[in-house]
């Protein structure tokens, strides 16, 4: 590549004149200079394929110009490589902040079951003893006295829940009127004061032969 470019720059430099030797010149300085720094730069363990064959640089002469010696070109200082920045840290997550389960709701009664009592157990008939009847008693037998049943308990009596509150608003405050301001009083013109009388022009009296 860079013979292909140098033997352009000839060409150019033919059609160009002159002017474009100085320009050669500085081309080819910085080529050489950013070839070194590369090479000083790179790492020996890594692999590198073999450079490119080396070919002289043909310098094409013009049969009736000579090409003036080159001036002092200036050096550029060597290229530094400057790593990027760091990635800025990135922002450390907020602490873990434990919250226990809430307290599990109580659990409704279970249903209940109404649950009979058990059939009483029969017992077998004790053995039949004769008894017999008493004598007669001397006495005669009391009287049967009825007893009337107790009177019933008394009837239970519903109350209905007291009525809802329905919310009553204050009175509204009472209504004082007030009368208008009177109005301002009526404005009187007062004309101007009359003029000064006007000034009469007393001539002197004839002056005395």
């Not at 010149?25 to 050489?32: H, I, M, R, V």
């Not at 157990?121 to 004769?130: H, L, N, Q, T």
Request: with cysteine; proline share 34%.
């Amino acid at each position: 590549q860079l013979h292909n470019f140098t033997s352009a720059r000839l060409i150019m430099g033919n059609h160009g004149g002159l002017r474009q030797w100085p320009w050669l010149g500085y081309t080819l300085t910085f080529c050489f200079l950013v070839v070194s720094v590369v090479a000083d730069q790179q790492d020996t363990s890594v692999y590198a394929s073999p450079p490119p064959p080396h070919h002289p640089t043909h310098f094409y002469k013009h049969p009736h110009h000579k090409s003036p010696p080159p001036k002092h070109h200036q050096e550029y200082p060597p290229y530094y490589y400057k790593s990027p920045p760091p990635p800025s840290p990135s922002p450390t997550p907020p602490s873990y902040y434990y919250k226990s389960p809430p307290p599990p709701s109580p659990s409704p009664p279970p249903p209940y079951y109404y649950v009979s009592p058990p059939p009483p157990v029969k017992s077998p008939p004790p053995p039949y003893v004769y008894k017999s009847p008493p004598p007669p008693s001397p006495y005669p037998t009391p009287k049967y006295e009825y007893k009337s049943p107790p009177p019933p308990s008394p009837l239970y009596y519903y109350k209905s829940p007291p009525p809802p509150y329905y919310y009553q608003s204050p009175p509204p405050p009472p209504y004082y009127y007030k009368s208008p301001p009177p109005p301002s009083p009526v404005y009187h013109y007062n004309s101007p004061p009359p003029p000064t009388p006007i000034y009469h022009y007393n001539s002197p009296p004839p002056p005395y032969y």
